[in-house]
């Protein structure tokens, strides 16, 4: 079982950054793929970013882009969401999530297995 607290979330003005974390439990972090997902009040969760497990390959969906850059510790179990230029239309509650399936890594949320409670991110314009 792996358990996922992510941290870093708040309150930041349009243009602003924060750093996401994610610190994972369980010995074989490693071997998983994570990905960082958001759902705003009224909308569906939805793909942020992903990385593999050795962390070589990285997804990001198109309206984060060249703001977002995702990236992972695995000797500290942690996994980043690195977010600059941050929108008003940024404004979610962030999850990390974790997929146990080895070598895969998917845009889709049905296919991660491990979920955290998720941390909130405001962006005031």
């Known amino acids: 079982q792996v358990q996922l607290v992510e941290s870093g979330g708040g309150l930041v003005q349009a243009g602003g950054s924060l750093r996401l974390s994610c610190l994972a439990s369980g010995p074989i972090f490693s071997n998983y793929a994570m990905g960082w997902f958001r759902q705003a009040p009224g909308k569906a969760r939805e793909f942020v970013a992903a990385?593999?497990?050795?962390?070589?390959?990285?997804y990001y969906t198109d309206s984060v882009k060249g703001r977002f850059t995702i990236s992972r510790d695995n000797a500290k179990l942690t996994v980043y969401l690195e977010m600059n230029s941050l929108q008003p239309e940024d404004t979610a509650v962030y999850y990390c999530a974790a997929d146990q399936v080895l070598g895969r890594v998917t845009t889709m949320t049905y296919t991660y297995d491990y979920w955290g409670q998720g941390t909130q991110v405001t962006v005031s314009s």
């Open positions: 990385i593999s497990w050795s962390g070589s390959r990285t």
